[in-house]
């Protein structure tokens, strides 16, 4: 088991506010003053739509965003969303199909939100804890998931919405692959790798194979970095801006006290006296121009997640550094299941497919390979994409 904890971001009836003037000045405050709405809608495709959620007492709301209009939607209370959330992780966590409280939480949710018949193409603003809340595997009311019908992305906010939607016009980086995995899990003394946060980190067996698979995929001038020499002196000596994809097979950690202490785990530098530990701190200025970045492969903290900001920042800080897509997990993972997901999504990749069309279908590939009974939501639902997702890596394949 690959045990991951990447936090992505910062049922009874919903009531619906009808559409009027006041509900786009709503909208514009909610977003903040440095993106209006007006900002946000022209981004949008005409099939699409933005749903932000504001989890609040004693009811929550929900303003959902198309390209020609903006509505509210009353939904219940914080506890009472955030108690079936809890109750739904805890399910598909210990490998059940969760299928009542899925069908429950898409009632609740989306399941007056009639526009999403006609926008097959949906990012999720999330708050509270419905950023542990993969939509994917909520069940609709057809007794499907939500994937079989809608491409599902997130965001942390309205702000990064807009920003990684102006980057997707910005130039490429000329290589196209830097795979970084199998580090090894000891210190430099020979002792047991350290524990952060009370969790011993343990080996990633399937990272190396990923890497190197996903590398023979991409073709001609993928760059690895594997074992001792996946260490933070040499990842930063490399030309991170010219990198179209980086992809991370490690652990991450994460930094209950200080969020920008959250990091990724390398091998550590003698030379340089480097800690082995890419904070996310220093993320955020490594001055990235990467289609896509992919987190696969780290391993669990604790504590309340409402509280696990840091890990939330690893996300955000790779799009604050340039990037302009995340792939990131909300849980465990498999080695097995991921390791046939990844390959997956970037064979679909490299036929020139926009990246949240291969990452859907790599998990709809999964799910009918394996059939609904063994390929549970824990084994791919835990995967999402945070940022931009409606442009493809490799335009001609």
Known sequence: M?????VVMDSRPSNVS?????????????LGPAQDVS??????????LVLMYRLQEPNSECLVIGKTSVRTLTLPGRKH???LVDRYRREIRSKDSGFTLARELYGLLLGSIQEIKKSPRITIVADGKLHLLPFEPLVCPEGDYLIVSHLVDYSPSATVFCMTRRKSA??????PFLGIGDVPQRLRNGEAFFELNNVRLSPLPASKDEVIAISELVGNRSIQLLGEHATEEALKALPLSEFQ?????LHGISSERVASRSALVLAPTSETGEDGLLEASEISTLNLNSDLVVLSGCDTGRGDPLQADGVANLAR?????????VVASLWGADDYYTRTLMKRFYSYLVQGMDKGSALRLAKLALINFYGREKALPVYWAGFVMIGE???PVFPEP
Do not use: M, Q, V
């Open 2 to 6: 690959r045990h991951c904890f990447i």
């Open 18 to 30: 009808e559409f009027t003037p006041g509900s786009e000045a709503r909208a514009s405050r909610d």
């Open 39 to 48: 900002e946000l809608r022209s981004y949008l495709y005409p099939d699409e």
């Open 81 to 83: 969303i955030e108690a």
């Open 170 to 175: 910005t130039r490429r980086g000329k290589l």
């Open 245 to 249: 994809i980086l992809h991370f097979a």
């Open 317 to 325: 800080s790779f799009l604050l550094s340039g990037a302009k897509t």
């Open 389 to 391: 997702s409606s442009t």
